[in-house]
């Protein structure tokens, strides 16, 4: 059943229910037809007609088309037609006479058995001129197995067809039903194929056409990594070759005899420039790398005292430029995270703004404690950003006129995205802020 695909299932199914339907209705009719003849034994109904020359048996009733046999039964015995003597055994009618003397209500269905022939006959009480009149009224068997054998015989006939046309009808609906999801499985296949650049177009409003909107957001998202990964290993192979090109050519001029620099000591400053640059741009992809890694695993947690670690990074980094003027506003605070992610955050953004400011630069740390929120700010009075560039600085080797490799805000943008929190850029009081906001 497992290995059925869902046409199949979804059929056989529908299938199922219209047989059980149909079982459902054949064992049932027996009972239904029994109901019938009683009320039609139940009906109220005149006196029999007069008795037809010749007839051996009592006269007949015709009601809702079935010949209703009767005669009628005075209070001593006597049967009229007398017929009815020679029809049934004494017996029977010895206990037709108890029914009436005994029956308490106007009309009342009895079953008895006579020559071993089950009978069902109606007891109807009447009173005429001041004494009771009974009139016995039942159906022949015959004529009640005649009808039956029909009517069974056109139900299973008719429920038969019926059943054909509700499977046909039933595997209709179903390919109507499956036709999108096939076409859903198709486009999976070819989107684990990496051919996803044909969209998925199901025009539903129901739950499959729910899932097909999710399947095409899916779609949209492949698409879109796949461009920012070409992009960006167009990028990081471009950022390796600026440097590996200076490094070789700088060492094959020093071994010709060639100094770049004027001296040996220049030229070899310049390699190691160039090789201290490629040694941090190598730290950074990998950084990244290892982010995306914590992404879906679960870190370990520890409180962070984010304004003494904020202090301990500023103090290091002063040395870079003394002549810059800080001024740190650093509330105490404590914070559950990864002690080295929030250090890369503050390092990245310190060093970023410490490399455009121009004489000072602000570092605040501030609590909200009824919002119950943790923001981070850093301020430097250097020169604006670029408006078309403001809003791409956090995306992978997007950088400023001044940058140097485009990672140390995508970074930035990542941890803090791993802490779920809010980070922004913007050209304010002559200068450049970066503010950081957290949930504590």
Do not use: C
């Not at 056989?12 to 149909?22: D, G, K």
């Not at 002549?323 to 929030?342: F, K, R, S, Y």
């Not at 009075?381 to 485009?406: A, C, M, R, T, W």
């Amino acid at each position: 059943m497992k290995n059925l695909s869902l046409t199949v299932k979804i059929w056989l199914a529908l299938s199922l229910v219209s047989f059980l339907f149909y079982l459902v209705v054949l064992f049932l009719m027996p009972s239904l037809v029994r109901n019938l003849f009683t009320n039609t034994l139940m009906e109220p109904h005149g006196p029999p007609p007069q008795k037809t020359i010749g007839e051996p048996l009592p006269p007949t009733l015709n009601i809702r088309g079935f010949k209703v046999r009767s005669f009628m039964m005075l209070e001593d015995g006597t049967t009229l037609p007398t017929a009815a003597q020679q029809t049934f055994s004494p017996a029977f009618l010895q206990e037709i006479r108890r029914n009436t003397l005994s029956q308490k209500s106007s009309r009342q269905l009895y079953e008895s058995i006579d020559n071993q022939v089950n009978i069902r006959y109606v007891i109807q009480k009447n009173v005429v001129y001041g004494h009771p009149l009974y009139q016995i009224t039942f159906l022949g068997k015959s004529e009640e197995d005649r009808f039956v054998s029909i009517l069974l015989f056109q139900v299973m006939f008719y429920a038969g067809i019926a059943l054909m046309i509700g499977w046909l009808a039933s595997l209709l609906i179903v390919r109507y039903l499956t036709k999108p999801l096939v076409q859903i499985k198709q486009h999976v296949k070819r989107i684990a194929n990496r051919n996803w650049h044909e969209p998925l177009m199901v025009k539903q409003e129901d739950e499959i056409g729910q899932l097909a909107n999710s399947i095409e957001t899916m779609r949209q998202q492949l698409v879109q990594q796949d461009e920012a990964q070409q992009s960006m290993l167009q990028n990081i192979s471009h950022e390796l070759k600026t440097p590996v090109m200076v490094i070789r050519s700088y060492a094959q001029a020093i071994q010709d005899g060639v100094y770049p620099k004027g001296d040996l000591a220049g030229s070899i400053q310049v390699i190691d420039e160039e090789g201290e640059r490629l040694e941090k741009l190598v730290k950074q992809l990998l950084y990244l790398t290892r982010l995306d890694y914590l992404a879906t695993r679960k870190s370990v947690q520890e409180q962070v005292p984010l304004d003494q670690l904020i202090e301990k990074i500023a103090q290091r980094f002063q040395l870079q430029r003394p002549e810059i003027t800080w001024q740190l506003e650093l509330q105490p605070v404590n914070m559950n995270g990864d002690e080295d992610t929030l250090r890369v955050m503050v390092e990245n953004l310190l060093d970023n703004h410490l490399r455009h400011a121009a004489s000072r630069l602000e570092i605040a740390l501030r609590v909200n404690r009824e919002k119950r929120e943790i923001t981070l700010t850093f301020w430097n009075d250097g020169s604006k950003i670029e408006p078309y560039v403001l809003n791409q600085l956090f995306q992978p080797f997007q950088k400023g006129l001044e940058g140097k490799h485009g990672l140390g805000l995508t970074i930035v943008y990542r941890i803090v995205k791993m802490y779920r929190g809010q980070i922004s850029l913007i050209n304010e009081r002559k200068g450049v802020t970066s503010t950081v906001t957290f949930s504590l």
